[in-house]
């Protein structure tokens, strides 16, 4: 960047934190959101064309800064097949995040996921870049964050390996964040962690705000913000589609609505990891839906009621008690909480002898 174009970031940084901080929020982070150049973490990301065709956006393409300093979240890797690996996470959700956390100066932070690392960045300006711990498994993406890092006054402690491990040389922490989707709190994690340090972490479509006790057993609730991030890396079968061929299948009353929109975050709880996709008729209606996980456990409900479902899981049976537990309505994120102990994990809904999900 040339300095005429150093002030004119500047200048959109200052509008960009402003809009981040409208309405009655008043965040101590916006003014990391005003210093750190988000430019530096994405000098080229990746969007969709009408076609769905992956397009590479950069520095000097026409929206490239307006893209960079707006409140969602950039694309920035993709695999050989042409899926997304890796991202810049919405802005807004980032912030959400950091105030939840309730750091202060001088507070050690571990982050599970450095991606880019603007995050680490942001986390670096408030805490000090010494307090700031940050790991990816992902060896390519930790030496280019280390280069974009190096664009400016930031240097948090960086390396690639498995961030559920955490970094116990540099224990213990005072404050904890994941940037990456978790099924389950890394118990690892806990036993790095200071009495009373907050942790703050995306568990199935939602994210988890707990507090440590002096056992390295935390308990608490979910924030109200969606959240929608990439999932930690591992193998995994694909859905077995042709199987169900076989299948005579059930009937259920479930409309294909439900898990595609109401009973998507609770089912994100229920079914850790598990992933979707629909069928559209020539309108745009939705004629069918499909589940499956990682085991090769698949199933699909078509728009008829028919339900057919293979595998280990009967992932269906998850779905039929879920709207059992929730006949109406969508259940509201910050109604769930989350208790870990030596014995497990729990979510549990309304009160903790509510109904309950084991992790």
Known sequence: MTDSNGIATAALRARFAAALGEGSRQSRWLA?????????????????????????????????????YSDTALTTQLDADGVPTSSSSQP?????????????????????????????????????????????????????????????????HVFAGDGAEGCPDRAPYDRIIATAALRRIPQALLTQARAGAV?????????????????????????????????????????????????????????????????????????????????????????GVGLWTEDGSTATLHASGRVRQIGPRRLWDAVEELVTAFPDGVPAREDFGLRVTSAGQRVWYGEADGPSWAL
Request: hydrophobic share 40%.
């Open 32 to 68: 990391a959101f005003a210093d750190v150049p988000r430019e530096h973490f994405v000098p080229q990301f990746y969007r969709q064309d009408g076609q769905v065709r992956w397009c590479e956006v950069s520095e000097g393409d026409p929206g490239y800064l307006e893209a960079v």
């Open 92 to 156: 807004g959700l980032m912030l959400a995040m950091l105030d939840a956390l309730d750091a202060e100066p001088g507070h050690r932070l571990f982050e599970l996921g450095l991606g880019t690392g603007y995050n680490a960045a942001l986390a670096s300006s408030l805490l000090g870049s010494d307090n700031v711990v940050s790991v990816d498994v992902d060896p390519d993406l930790v030496r280019r964050a280390r280069q974009h890092l190096g664009k400016g006054r930031y240097r948090p």
């Open 199 to 287: 942790v703050v972490a995306p568990i199935g479509f939602g994210v988890a705000r707990l507090v440590v006790a002096e056992a390295g057993e935390a308990t608490g609730r979910f924030l109200p913000e969606p959240a929608y991030f990439m999932p930690r890396r591992q193998p995994a079968k694909s859905p077995d589609f042709a199987g169900l061929e076989t299948e005579a299948g059930t009937v259920t009353s479930v409309p294909v609505t439900d898990v595609l929109d109401r009973l998507k975050f609770p089912l994100s709880l229920a079914l850790p990891g598990y992933r979707s996709c629909s069928w559209r008729n020539d309108e745009g209606e939705v004629t």
